[in-house]
């Protein structure tokens, strides 16, 4: 059973920066498929970015250029720099982990095993 618990949510301003991190624990990390998704009330989560256990990455078309996603094996934790937020980016930010075999780029939420219980990044225009 992994656990994932997800750090660095804030309010910020439009136009600023933030950095979230996710850590694994109770799995082998180094061969986990990791993403990102985020959920306002009343939507379905949706898909940020992804990395594979290879360290290919995947992005969504209205993050890419700005967002980056990284893993650090080493620390079991996998990040989201995220630059040039805006307040339409306000959500509960999540962070999950599949351990099956890949098939594409998992965009969906029911690709996923394991969830943490989200972070809260607020943008205020």
């Known amino acids: 059973q992994v656990q994932l618990v997800e750090s660095g949510g804030g309010a910020v301003q439009a136009g600023d920066s933030l950095r979230l991190s996710c850590v694994a624990s109770?799995?082998?990390?180094?061969?986990?498929?990791m993403a990102w998704f985020r959920q306002t009330p009343g939507k379905e989560r949706e898909f940020v970015a992804f990395?594979?256990?290879?360290?290919?990455?995947n992005y969504a078309d209205s993050v890419k250029g700005r967002f980056t996603i990284s893993r650090d094996n080493a620390k079991n934790t996998v990040y989201l720099q995220m630059n040039s937020l805006n307040a339409e980016e306000t959500a509960v930010y999540y962070c999950?982990?599949?351990?099956?075999?890949?098939?594409?780029?998992?965009?969906?939420?029911?690709?996923?095993?394991?969830w943490g219980q989200g972070t809260q990044v607020t943008v205020s225009s």
């Open positions: 999950g982990a599949r351990s099956r075999a890949l098939i594409g780029v998992p965009r969906e939420v029911k690709e996923y095993d394991y």
């Open positions: 109770g799995g082998t990390f180094s061969r986990l498929n």
């Open positions: 990395i594979s256990w290879s360290r290919s990455t």
